[in-house]
């Protein structure tokens, strides 16, 4: 069974469970872009509850291009932000100092399309989390997947919808879960400065 997704930005917890159970994914890169979608925001855990880090795009959230096709708008230093938030939300969690400075490389490249920034942060992820599956991009979008061989989740995993999926994996303690209890279906990089590399 090969695991058909979309590329989300550092997404959930969720969807990197998930992506272990495979051995194969294949990457939509020909599906429109969604609106009100993780592939260019991300959740995380800070002082005051949840923080949404959100990538600008050239022509804003409503436009009309295939994913692969989705330019970053730049001028506003974005990285440098969502850098400065990362810090501030994990700099004393037990994991942040162990992945820090491999991160803070990441962010300092520029990259001109959303697909590319996802793709390279995917496989940060997976290179972090010891992940194994072999990840490839379709060559063409398919409407529908043979459910037999495919398991398409594509647009599976929506801020709209991620709250109502139950997290099958045990708590972990999290940086401010004293002062905002324990929050589930955060991005992946809070389990990693959290808890470390185990899903």
């Given at each position: 069974?090969?695991?058909v997704?979309?590329l989300?930005y550092?997404?959930s917890?969720?969807?990197?469970?998930e992506l272990?159970?495979?051995?194969?994914c294949?990457l939509?890169?020909?599906?429109?872009?969604?609106?009100?979608?993780?592939r260019?925001?991300?959740?995380?855990?800070?002082a005051?509850?949840?923080?949404?880090?959100?990538?600008?795009?050239?022509?804003?959230?409503?436009?009309?291009s295939?994913?692969?096709?989705?330019?970053?708008e730049?001028?506003d230093?974005?990285?440098?932000r969502?850098?400065?938030t990362i810090?501030?939300?994990y700099?004393k969690?037990?994991?942040?100092?162990?992945?820090r400075?491999?991160?803070?490389?990441?962010?300092?490249?520029n990259?001109?399309?959303?697909?590319e920034?996802?793709?390279?942060?995917m496989k940060?992820v997976?290179?972090?989390?010891?992940?194994?599956?072999v990840i490839s991009?379709?060559?063409?979008?398919t409407?529908?997947?043979?459910?037999?061989?495919?398991?398409?989740q594509?647009?599976?995993?929506?801020?709209?919808?991620i709250?109502k999926?139950?997290?099958?994996?045990?708590?972990?303690?999290q940086?401010?879960?004293?002062r905002?209890?324990?929050?589930?279906?955060?991005?992946i990089?809070?389990?990693?400065?959290?808890?470390?590399?185990?899903l």
């Amino acid at each position: 069974m090969i695991l058909v997704t979309d590329l989300q930005y550092f997404s959930s917890i969720i969807y990197y469970k998930e992506l272990s159970k495979f051995s194969y994914c294949l990457l939509d890169q020909y599906d429109y872009h969604r609106k009100m979608s993780f592939r260019n925001r991300c959740t995380l855990s800070g002082a005051n509850g949840t923080v949404n880090l959100s990538i600008p795009l050239l022509g804003g959230r409503n436009q009309k291009s295939i994913a692969k096709e989705v330019k970053i708008e730049n001028k506003d230093k974005w990285q440098a932000r969502h850098w400065k938030t990362i810090v501030s939300c994990y700099n004393k969690s037990p994991w942040f100092d162990h992945y820090r400075d491999d991160l803070n490389v990441l962010y300092s490249k520029n990259y001109d399309y959303l697909f590319e920034w996802n793709i390279a942060c995917m496989k940060w992820v997976c290179d972090k989390m010891s992940l194994k599956t072999v990840i490839s991009l379709n060559e063409s979008y398919t409407k529908t997947y043979d459910p037999t061989a495919f398991d398409d989740q594509r647009n599976r995993y929506l801020p709209a919808t991620i709250s109502k999926i139950t997290l099958s994996a045990d708590r972990y303690p999290q940086v401010f879960e004293e002062r905002s209890g324990f929050i589930p279906n955060l991005s992946i990089l809070d389990k990693l400065f959290c808890a470390g590399n185990i899903l």
